[in-house]
C-alpha cells in the first residue's frame, strides 16, 4: 500500500473537507497523514482517528494564527517580499517538510491550494503531488504566482464536490484537469454534545449558520436579529441559530420562545432534522445541508460566495439574499417561498442522491489510487504535473 500526506490549511473548514477521504483511504490499507498546523487541530484531526504531522511544532505553535497564514497566502499569490517573519516560516517549513519526505518518503501529496508553499516545495524535492480542493476555485489561478511558477497551472486538482454542482462549463480553472470527488462529507465525525429535548418535534426546523468563523462578516449580529424578528410572527417553525462563541446572547432583544440560540452546534446532527438551512454561502456547509436533501437560503459575502449562492439558485436547491440590506419582511418571505414550495426540497433531494451514488461508486479513493497506479509504473521521481500536459 502507499503512503499518501495530505497537506490542509489551518482553519476548520479545510480541516473537515479531507477528513472522509483521509479515513476511506486508510479503510483501504493506505498511510495516511495530515500535514498543517496548529496544536488544537492535531488534537482534532487525533480524535477522529487521523495522524496529524505539525508544522513548526519544533520551534513553537507558528502555524496557528490566521492573519499570519493569511498574509502568507497573499503574499506568495502576489509574489511579494516576505518580510523577516514570513521568511523564518517559510524555512521552516522548507526544513520541515524535506525530513518529512526522507522520514516517511511519501508516495502523494495531496496539497491544499489554500498553502501554496507547498507545492513549490514539493516541487523543488521531486515529490509527486496533487491538489486537493475543497472550493470550486483555485486561488493560484490567474495570479503571479503562476506566471513565476507555471507548472502549478498544469498540476490535476481534486475536487471535494460533485460536479453536478458546479457550473455546466467551469470557468477561470487553468489548464489543469479537474477530478471531481463527490461531496466527501464525513457525516461520523465528532460533534459538539446536544440536549435535544429543546428542539420540538411539532414545528419545522430553520437551522442559521455562518459557519466556523462568523465574527468576520459585518453587521453579523443585526442580521441575526432580524432572523430572529421574521420567526417570531411563524409559529409553526422553530429557529436554531448559531451565533458562534464571541456573540453576547444578551445584546438580542425580544428573543420570542420558538428561537433558540446557541453559541456551538451539532451541525450534522441539527441538519438531519432541518427545512430550511440559512447560510453564508461555504461550501462545506452547503453540501452537508444536500447530503440530507436540505433547501437553502443563502446570503453570501466574499471570497467563492457569491459564486457558490448563484449555483444555489442555479441548480434551484433555495433562494439567495443580501445580509447587509435584507429586511424583517424579506426574511420571512423568504422563509415562507422556501419553506412552502416543493421544488426546493424536491432538487435538494435530488443532489443528495447524487451525492449517494458518488460515494456507492467510491469514486474519491479510485480516482486517488488511479494515480497511485500511475506512479507505480514511472520512475520514483516523476511528477503528476508533467502528466497531465499530455
Partial sequence: MSTIVISILPELGHINSPLKLAKSLMARGHDVYILGGGADYK???Q???LRYITLGESVGDVFNTRPLMREWLEGRLLCRPLDQRLTRVVEICRREIDGLVRNLRPDLFMIDPFMPEIPLIAHELGVPYVFLNNALFNPLDDTPLAHTAPYLSHVPELILC???????EPQGRGKRKLYYLGAEVDLQRHEEMFDWSRIDPDKRLIYCSFGSMPEVYPNLERFFQRIIEAVRNLPQYQLVLKTGPNFAHEGFKNVPANA??????PQLGILQRTSIFIMHGGLNGIKEA?????PMIVFPSAHDQPMNAARVAYHRLGVTGDALTMAVDQARAMIQKVGETDLYRERANH????IRRYEEAQVSAMVVEAFLQRLASKPRMTVLAADARG
Fill in 43 to 45: 488534537s482534532y484531526s
Fill in 47 to 49: 480524535t477522529e482517528g
Fill in 162 to 168: 460533485p460536479q453536478e454542482f458546479d457550473f455546466p
Fill in 260 to 265: 433558540l440560540l446557541l453559541r456551538r452546534a
Fill in 290 to 294: 444536500l447530503c440530507y436533501g436540505v
Fill in 351 to 354: 443532489f443528495r442522491n447524487i
